[in-house]
């Protein structure tokens, strides 16, 4: 017990899993022997450059199998920013064409659309695509042609779940020789990726997300797809991606990934139930407390609440003294608390917009996590009010 008399374990209650994971050790078994004795460059001709890229086409196999898709298709990238970036401005670049997203996308696909001249395709109050949106906005007379349309599997604040089917639908029927790319790196740990993503084109995913490590992911092309390299060089990853290849990242994302589509449904059941009794703790224990969105439509693993009278960044302070972690939204450069321009795409007032409170679990997640946080939360929402 610490002094205010809330229970103190040997670390704190880490509900920020959608911004961070701690590595599997798996992840971390795997990428060990890459730092320590089988560090050669993969790109070279002898026996140890041989070794490192066995280990590399292995985690080439291992992504190519969850996420279906050919392994040739499968590009190792520094991450999912990385990731969407090659996505939105390659094959736009490839097809001299311009892109549309969702206004509540993650700033790693929101900024290349801006950046190539592209559109926002406006959400409902719930998060869902507003299909009828996109579809004028992929009409000849809106613009310069569409030639790719990204939209997030899972949104990293709400949690909410994109129906790509639908959104693929409308796409072919309204503009058939555009392209769709899904940010995946928050769907994949609840989601059976391969199902979900099928409709897609392209998809990204990031390892530090799923238990690998920061600093490696991946884009997984389809067979035909064109792309402009955007990182010019030795010609790695078949010249789709030049630089010398992060062989302890992706041998790690590799063990990452297949481990966890050997756990997802468990996992999700297991990490559900817990996020469904934050919630319902949270939501009973403290007035002026809602969910912004229906939890028939978020992911698992994501609860995100709106608390009245409060401001979050003030929330998060007073919470970290109680070895509880969590965010507002999305994390920034700067660790600086901005407003959500997922919550305002979805209508949310600005003011009550600052109390938004994002609680994301993961693989490591326990129980007694979640009653500090239910034990916590409440008295300091009652301080600050």
Known sequence: MNVDGIRTADRPAYLDCAASTPMRPCAVEAMTPFFETQFANPSGAHRMARRSRLAI??????????????????????????????????????????????????????HPVEAVGGRKVRVDSGGAVDLEHLASQLAPDAGPPVGLVSVMLVNNESGVVADLDAVAEVVRAHAPEALLHTDAVQGVNWIDIAAAA???????????????????????????????????????????????????????????LAELTETRDADICRIGAMADQLADGLLTAIDGCVETVTRSRRAAGICQLLLEGIETEALLVLLDRYDVMASAAASCASGAMEPSHVLAAMGVDRQVAAGSLRLSLGWRTEPWEIERAVEAIPGCVEQLR
């Open 57 to 110: 086409d292995d985690a080439r196999e291992i992504a190519a199998h969850a996420l279906d898709f050919d392994p040739h298709g499968i590009v190792f990238t520094s991450g999912g920013t990385e990731a969407d970036n090659l996505a939105v401005r390659g094959v736009t670049a490839a097809t001299r064409t311009t892109a549309l997203c969702p206004a509540t996308e993650h700033h790693a696909v929101l």
């Open 198 to 256: 099928r409709p897609a084109d392209l998809l990204s995913l990031s390892a530090h997300k799923f238990g690998g490590p920061k600093g490696v992911g991946l884009l997984g092309i389809r067979p035909e797809v064109p792309l402009s390299a955007q990182l010019l060089g030795g010609g790695q990853e078949a010249d789709r991606r030049s630089g010398t290849h992060n062989t302890a990242g992706i041998a790690a994302l590799g063990a990452a």
